[in-house]
């Protein structure tokens, strides 16, 4: 039996037991482990695993994910939401449709402190469900704008999924997180745009609001001082080159911290159950990473990604569809894992396939691009029927929507996605034009 059908029965064992509901983790360890043993031997796999562990771990790039999740698990606590929210919808809540262009626009800056699609999506949930519901929002344009609005939490910076990628393909991961500045923007004016056009479409969806007050309005923006700064300090330290990602993960700790306590969000008691869903939540994520590391080095040792490499270059398929069908792959993944586990898992084998086909560019643009555009398809399939994960958390905390008005209100949205996927698929600059040389 040759390595290749050894590594490709081992991805299939490790597919099986995810689907009963092994943890990805440990799946992928299980496969890697086994899958090693049999193409070597066990005591080989010992030595590796020895050091391994510790290098993986000790990886001071690894620091900035722990760093990252307490900024989030904080923010969603600090009274931050409510104040993005209140300030965006201050200015066009009292257009038809307006309170749902603010969650998206609030969407959009808490991602960018918060780093996390999920928690994006129920903290803001939290807050502007309750007021679209009073004002008679339609449950389909509600529940839809807003379980699209949270995915923007894994694609604007600071993102935990690009910090995995980053460190997985040896990128760097200032550049990654300017790359991902155009298409969050773009993901951002797309759902707004998608927004104005459903209730052009069906009036009834939404009511116009009342027009706020300059004086309300002033207020609004003394609300959003503090979490302007925090957001300037963190991105604006990277971009400008005064932090390390690292550092400003810390930086905005702090600045979080200071926010909860001017609110007077922060107690004791909210405190811990941050460290705590901190540490829960580093802890899966390490461990996820681990298996990877064992997957990914049997992987190595079978030679299956090389070969799919080779076999790619020898057939006549052109670039463009070798990708198209990585990208179908990454939407079916999308449907049924998080996406943390889908890039630990596929990003080794399609990596090393991509980077071996000429699309014009140069090696760190193709990195830069290709990894924009999976974390993209793996944002829509979080919001893709029949397991969207976005879409039974909104709906979850949207009392009394039906599951299928949810899936209904978030098909304009995906309509936006693949809008915008076939753009960055046809203008790779979209990603890495404003990356300085």
């Not at 050091?51 to 690894?62: C, D, P």
């Not at 029927?385 to 299928?404: C, E, H, L, T, Y």
């Not at 978030?410 to 915008?420: E, H, Q």
Request: charged fraction near 10%; glycine fraction near 10%.
């Amino acid at each position: 039996m040759s390595t290749e059908v050894i590594a490709g029965l081992m991805i299939l064992f490790m597919l099986i037991i995810m689907f009963l509901r092994v943890p990805i983790g440990i799946a992928m360890m299980l496969s890697g482990v086994i899958g090693y043993s049999i193409i070597d031997d066990f005591s080989t796999l010992t030595y590796y695993m020895k050091g391994s562990s510790f290098a993986q771990m000790a990886s001071h790039s690894l620091a900035v994910i722990p760093l990252f999740l307490f900024m989030g698990n904080l923010a969603a606590r600090s009274g931050i939401s409510r104040s993005l929210f209140v300030g965006v919808n201050a200015f066009i809540g009292h257009r038809r449709g307006g309170l749902a262009l603010a969650a998206v626009g609030g969407c959009g800056l808490f991602g960018a402190i918060c780093g996390s699609s999920l928690a994006t999506a129920a903290t803001m949930g939290s807050v502007a469900l309750p007021e679209m519901k009073r004002h008679g929002y339609h449950g389909a344009l509600a529940t839809g704008a807003l379980a699209a609005g949270g995915t923007l939490g894994i694609l604007i910076p600071p993102s935990i999924v690009l910090i995995i990628y980053a460190i997985l393909t040896e990128q760097n991961i200032v550049k990654l997180f300017m790359a991902a500045m155009v298409p969050g923007v773009m993901a951002v004016i797309g759902y707004m745009l998608v927004i104005a056009i459903v209730v052009k479409l069906n009036p009834h969806y939404a009511d116009k609001a009342e027009k706020s007050s300059w004086g309300e309005r002033g207020r609004a923006l003394i609300e959003l001082i503090p979490a302007s700064i925090l957001f300037i300090g963190v991105l604006g330290g990277i971009y400008g080159g005064v932090f390390t990602p690292s550092e400003a993960a810390a930086y905005g700790v702090v600045g979080t911290i200071i926010i909860a306590l001017i609110n007077r969000q922060l107690t004791w008691k909210t405190f811990g159950e941050c460290i705590k869903q901190t540490a829960v939540n580093t802890g899966m994520i390490f461990v996820i990473i681990l298996g990877a590391d064992m997957f990914n080095a049997f992987l190595s040792l079978s030679g299956m990604p090389q070969a799919l490499a080779d076999w790619i270059v020898d057939s006549d398929m052109t670039p463009m569809l070798v990708l198209l069908v990585m990208l179908g792959v990454y939407l079916v993944l999308g449907c049924l894992m998080d996406s943390l586990s889908m890039i630990l898992l596929t990003v080794p084998i399609f990596f090393p396939a991509i980077m071996s086909l000429d699309f014009g560019m140069t090696y760190e643009q193709t990195a830069l691009w290709f990894g924009i555009i999976c974390l993209i398809v793996v944002e829509v399939g979080m919001i893709t029927p029949p397991v969207g994960m976005n879409v039974f958390i909104i709906n979850k905390i949207a009392d009394g929507v039906p599951m299928r008005d949810t899936f209904v209100g978030v098909l304009p949205f995906l309509a936006s996605d693949f809008v915008r996927v076939i753009l960055l698929l046809l203008f790779p600059v979209l990603t890495w034009g404003i990356i300085p040389d």
